[in-house]
């Protein structure tokens, strides 16, 4: 493209002539053209739009020429603005995270109601201890303080973000857990541009490595029992290995693969995060907080649901799995006399998004009064 004396709109009309031949994965080009002008004379569409036959400087030719030419080598436009919206929040991104998706609010949402449906349990716990209690706001943020969750692979922090913005118990606290320092930074630096950073605690974390070790602030070795998580929340790769190939250029030539690789059949994740979750069960039962319950909520691609379901199955309630116990030697364990009329359970049910279909595995440990 030449930097010639062009007015505005030949610029963006130009540029998007040039898109339409170099990238085929762009939907609207036009559209893509006005907003990476808009981005890069940092002024708002319906400017850009009243200035259409002012003439554009050479300086801001070539700012506007730089962004074209990458979008043009199919680089991600969020990549470009180093912005994404997700649930309604601005979060910053760069090639370090993967971007995250639409499809994942839904997991958000289902936390959520999650956190409120254990905070009331624990409100109604605390009341039927409590004769006469304090006032019911100190109780709800009481209770949600002992709300712990984790978000492993939070990459951008999208979910641990999100979930720290629109929760309305302003106690809860949020292990936001990756493998990868870059992703750890730009989670830190999302949680501070959305004011969120005392509620969000940032934990290098190896899902893979058998030795679990958790840091704070990458640094300081920070104790934390798995059984103390009332949530585990995750969008874990799950692409399979072969798969990635075929996947969009912008996505397997610009995100990170370790963000999407599954491994040879998609589900490595799956079963590491069902076996900590079932030794998270057993170091509970183990340590005598029977009363203890948990959730796990994981985003899942639908075709692989039975494959999942097999995987929960194998974990908790077949006799030879690979995991050493079976459910039904915990539930025998923990569901004695004293409960008998409300045995201790555990559940896996398939949320559908707004397509129809099944987004979100949730599993729940708990007493069947859910
Ligand atoms: N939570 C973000 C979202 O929903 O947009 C990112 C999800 S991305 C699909 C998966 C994340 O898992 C990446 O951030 C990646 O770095 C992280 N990850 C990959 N392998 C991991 C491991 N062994 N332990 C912990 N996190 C890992
Ligand atoms: N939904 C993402 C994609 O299609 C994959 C996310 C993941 O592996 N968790 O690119």
Excluded: H
Excluded at 8 to 14: R, V
Excluded at 186 to 192: D, L, T
Excluded at 193 to 217: A, D, G, S
């Amino acid at each position: 493209m030449k930097s010639n004396n062009f007015t505005i709109f030949e610029t963006i009309k130009a540029a998007s002539e040039y898109l339409k031949e170099n990238n085929n994965e762009i939907v609207d080009y036009f559209k893509e053209s006005l907003l990476l002008m808009s981005y890069a004379l940092n002024v708002s569409i319906e400017k850009i739009i009243i200035n259409y036959e002012n003439k554009i400087t050479e300086d801001k030719q070539n700012i506007f020429n730089g962004y074209i030419k990458r979008r043009a080598e199919k680089e991600p436009f969020a990549y470009i603005i180093n912005n994404k919206e997700f649930y309604s929040i601005d979060f910053f991104v760069d090639k370090n995270v993967l971007i995250p998706r639409p499809d994942t609010e839904i997991l958000v949402d289902e936390s959520l109601k999650e956190i409120y449906r254990l905070t009331n349990k624990k409100i109604n716990s605390a009341n039927s201890y409590s004769r006469q209690s304090c006032n019911e706001s100190d109780i709800k943020n009481n209770a949600a303080k002992s709300i712990s969750i984790i978000d492993i692979g939070t990459g951008s922090g999208a979910i641990a973000v999100s979930i720290a913005k629109n929760c309305k118990y302003p106690n809860i606290e949020i292990f936001a857990a990756d493998n990868s320092y870059n992703a750890l930074n730009i989670a830190k630096k999302n949680a501070v541009l959305n004011n969120v950073e005392n509620k969000i605690k940032l934990t290098y974390f190896n899902i893979l490595n058998p030795n679990i070790c958790w840091y704070n602030e990458f640094s300081k070795k920070y104790n934390a029992d798995f059984y103390n998580f009332d949530i585990i929340i995750s969008n874990p790769p799950y692409i399979i290995s072969s798969d990635i190939n075929f996947l969009s250029d912008e996505v397997k030539n610009y995100e990170p693969c370790e963000a999407l690789d599954g491994g040879i059949d998609g589900l490595k994740f799956y079963r590491k995060i069902f076996e900590l979750f079932s030794s998270a069960i057993k170091d509970s039962i183990s340590s005598n907080s029977t009363a203890n319950e948990f959730c796990l909520l994981l985003e899942i691609d639908s075709r692989y649901k039975e494959e999942i379901k097999k995987i929960f199955e194998l974990t908790f309630y077949s006799k030879d799995n690979n995991y050493n116990n079976s459910f039904e030697d915990y539930k025998s364990k923990i569901n004695t006399k004293d409960n008998k009329n409300n045995p201790i359970n555990i559940t896996i049910n398939f949320i559908k998004d707004l397509s129809g279909k099944e987004r979100v595995a949730k599993i729940n440990y708990g007493k069947n009064d859910n």
